[in-house]
């Protein structure tokens, strides 16, 4: 069975850092595309980081969170990583982690989704 799951969320003081993994089961992750997204509350969802296979594992981020968050892959793990530093409170939100089913990051919606865990960045 394809699945994703999301951890490492909760909460987090303004400044902190938080590591959220995505863990596959049921094929492996280093063959595809995955990205992060996330939905605040009474927000639409966004896209908020990429990680490739082609291009040597080329990276993308949304410009609110460019130079604080960084996407990385376990391969070993069958895992992907989102290192949040510099949290605002802007960054609460659910975030989850999905994949295209192919090597590239694409604008069209993801085909496999996990369910997502919640950040909350407050004081």
């Known amino acids: 069975q394809v699945q994703l799951v999301e951890s490492g969320g909760g909460l987090v003081q303004p400044g902190g850092s938080l590591r959220l993994s995505c863990t596959a089961s049921g094929f492996s992750l280093d063959n595809y595309a995955v990205g992060w997204f996330r939905q605040a509350p009474g927000k639409e969802r966004e896209g908020v980081s990429c990680?490739?296979?082609?291009?040597?594992?080329?990276?993308y981020y949304a410009d609110a969170v460019k130079g604080r968050f960084t996407i990385s892959r376990d391969n070993a793990k069958n895992m992907v990583h989102l290192q949040m530093n510099s949290l605002k409170p802007e960054d609460t939100a659910v975030y989850s982690c999905?994949?295209?089913?192919?090597?590239?990051?694409?604008?069209?919606?993801?085909?496999?989704w996990g369910n997502g865990t919640l950040v909350t960045v407050s004081s």
């Open positions: 999905a994949t295209w089913g192919g090597v590239s990051c694409v604008r069209s919606a993801p085909q496999e």
């Open positions: 990680i490739s296979v082609s291009g040597h594992g080329t990276t």
